[in-house]
């Protein structure tokens, strides 16, 4: 965990915003390091594999102390005088570096991680399905990171994707159908390259009633009037 959270504020940290962006405290018996990271609290959670920050008042701070990660909404000063600093954590920017992931053979695989508002058991059911998805590619990136790229490139684009940071991008669908009377569906994409071989990303997949229609009864009565549906998606190198 600890050698995962490194890569974060090594290889994703970069000049932001703070109020868009993860802060990161790395404690130990003397106190914290703290920084400013280029990823938000969504993307942590795909990256570290961790439940979602339980909701209160405070802004988020991601903090890592002895092998144990856990989030806090405690200042950052408070965090570094209980882990045994004396005073303030002021915020590290770190340089951001190009990183390119490496050449050769990848192959991604699925997961459902969660769903809400949908009907019972969807979960169970989607996992049997993705679990028998393996997509190989021979990647050739050309010199910079880019999730289009993971694609069949003989086949149209289905998403367009937008850079968020050099590691970080998001993602639409290129050509989803247009809303219905009774409901509308959106499908959001996230890609996050976590190491030379390895990239994470979560494809959110949302039908929303818009209500007032006979349709739209249907679905509520069927359960799935606001159903939001969470796959993580993992790329991963495995040779030459």
Known sequence: MRALLALILCLLAMPVLAEEKLVLATCGEKGCVCALSSITVDEATVVLGIDPPPPGEG????VEYNGQVMWSRLPLRDINILAGGNDECPLRLL?????????GSWVGTATPISSQGCPPGLDALLTPIL????????MAWGGSFNPDKMRDQSSEQAVRWSKVTPRSFKGEVANLPAASAAAKISVDFQATLVSLKSIRGVIRL?????????????????????????TRYDFRRTGP
Request: aromatic share 0%; glycine share 10%; with cysteine.
């Open 95 to 103: 340089p951001d570096k190009v990183v390119v992931p490496l050449d």
């Open 206 to 230: 949302r039908l929303k009633s818009k209500g007032g229609s006979g349709a739209s009864k249907v679905l509520e009565m069927a359960g799935i009037a606001n159903c939001l549906s969470v």
């Open 59 to 62: 802004e988020v701070k991601l």
């Open 131 to 138: 679990k028998g998805i393996i997509i190989p590619r021979q």
